[in-house]
């Protein structure tokens, strides 16, 4: 009678602790169902808020480190919808679509902050860098193309002044040919311009 009853207790302790697991399963596949049915979706529609929170829900089971790549990934998504917005002259969209964007780039710089007050891990931070020079680039061919303005991001939620920043302070730790040298002093110079993405080309070049 011991055994029966002990299998049975054993039963139901296992799907006790199954079902957390289950919950988180039909969790994510609603979620996954939700980000493809408002995938298409923009700023001003009204499955668009749907989209922003499927969105934010992915960050929660990733590492500090990784969030900023995310954040990045989704500023990028931001450009791309003001993209759309701008092919089909949706001129009510783009004021909430601009809002998005300096979001989600604020969003970003707040975490870039937080890892690169924390780690001393050059590859990481130069996987970010990365990540932020096609973020710059696509604004750029955004602005150039479309003359949007508003893009530019705030002095103190700028992502590639806080990764140039991390970048420029590991740098002058390490001996540096004369052709590195130079083209680091050049990018130190654009730093103190203020213009950041220009100094992040010439960091990220030091190396090829």
Do not use: C, H
Not at 175 to 200: C, H, I, P, R, V
């Amino acid at each position: 009678p011991a055994a029966p009853l002990f299998s049975q207790i054993l039963s139901s302790f296992r799907i006790f602790n199954l079902k957390p697991v289950l919950a988180t399963l039909t969790l994510l596949v609603i979620l996954g169902g939700a980000l493809t049915f408002t995938k298409n979706s923009l700023p001003g529609d009204l499955l668009y808020p749907i989209k922003r929170v499927v969105e934010k829900s992915q960050a929660v089971l990733l590492s500090e480190k990784d969030k900023p790549n995310l954040n990045l990934e989704m500023a990028n998504k931001r450009l791309e919808e003001l993209t759309k917005i701008a092919k089909t002259n949706q001129v009510k969209k783009l004021a909430p679509a601009l809002q998005e964007y300096q979001s989600s780039l604020a969003e970003a710089a707040k975490n870039i902050a937080r890892v690169a007050a924390t780690t001393s891990d050059s590859i990481l931070i130069t996987k970010i860098a990365g990540e932020i020079q096609k973020l710059e680039k696509n604004r750029a061919i955004l602005e150039k193309t479309y003359g949007i303005a508003g893009l530019a991001s705030e002095e103190e939620a700028n992502p590639a002044k806080i990764i140039v920043e991390w970048l420029i302070e590991d740098i002058e730790k390490r001996t540096l040919t004369e052709k590195q040298a130079l083209l680091f002093e050049g990018a130190k110079e654009d730093y103190k311009n203020g213009d950041y993405s220009l100094a992040l080309e010439k960091i990220l070049n030091l190396n090829q």
